[in-house]
């Protein structure tokens, strides 16, 4: 199967600088997503990167390598509120419709 | 603009009991998908249903089944339910078949099977 990988929990200080990395195998999709998912709620999407190159959207970005099959998420000026789990997701090409998703990273951000 | 809207938003079965999730998608939208989401673990895929068809199937034995009215409304049956059914069940809407880009989801049915 194509698997996804991410690390399981990070810890960061309000208002520094997380990257949230998300490696998965370099045939497997065509696209890859980040979500947001405080516990409990539905996950909320982020961002969306199909090309290799960085996204920006605010304090978020989003990186993408086709080629090494790695993708990560920046958050910039955290706060407390960006506590939440962060899920990477990749979506096959042409005719499969189902997004495969990491475990999620956990992210902490204390005072 | 209502969202993804689901029922019941908690449950609890037992063993062996058949339960019926309901999703209804955000207005105007033709596709529905269900994910199950383990505690712990991110969400995975069930199925898919576009116009009323099932677009895709995920890797769940045939005790999970669902079906897509009219009405772009969905329901996901599961019968004879395992302790390992226990979960977040979330549906997601989007406008058209594969556009993960513009899926929304629900905030889901929490499923406890004792």
């Known amino acids: 199967g194509q698997n996804i990988d991410q690390p399981t929990e990070m810890t960061a200080t309000e208002g520094a600088i997380v990257q949230i990395n998300c490696t998965y195998q370099t045939s497997g999709f065509n696209g890859l997503f980040w979500y947001q998912q405080h516990a409990g709620e539905a996950p909320t999407f982020l961002s969306y990167n199909v090309l290799d190159g960085l996204e920006e959207k605010g304090r978020f970005s989003s990186f993408l390598s086709r080629s090494k099959g790695y993708s990560y998420l920046l958050l910039k000026e955290l706060q407390m509120k960006d506590s939440a789990s962060y899920l990477c997701a990749g979506m096959p090409g042409a005719g499969s419709y189902q997004l495969t998703f990491g475990k999620g990273t956990k992210l902490s951000v204390i005072p | 603009d209502a969202g993804v809207t689901q029922s019941p938003t908690h449950l609890i079965k037992t063993r062996g009991q058949q339960v019926t999730l309901r999703c209804s998608p955000i207005s105007g939208h033709k596709s529905v998908s269900w994910y199950q989401q383990v505690l712990g673990q991110g969400p995975q895929f069930i199925f898919q249903y576009y116009e009323k068809e099932e677009r895709g199937r995920g890797n769940f034995p045939d005790r999970f089944s669902a079906r897509q009215f009219p009405n772009y409304s969905s329901e996901l049956n599961v019968n004879a339910l395992l302790l390992g059914d226990s979960a977040l069940y979330l549906c997601?809407?989007?406008?058209?078949?594969?556009?993960?880009?513009?899926?929304?989801f629900g905030s889901g049915t929490r499923l406890t099977v004792v």
């Open positions: 997601a809407s989007s406008p058209r078949a594969g556009t993960g880009v513009e899926n929304t």
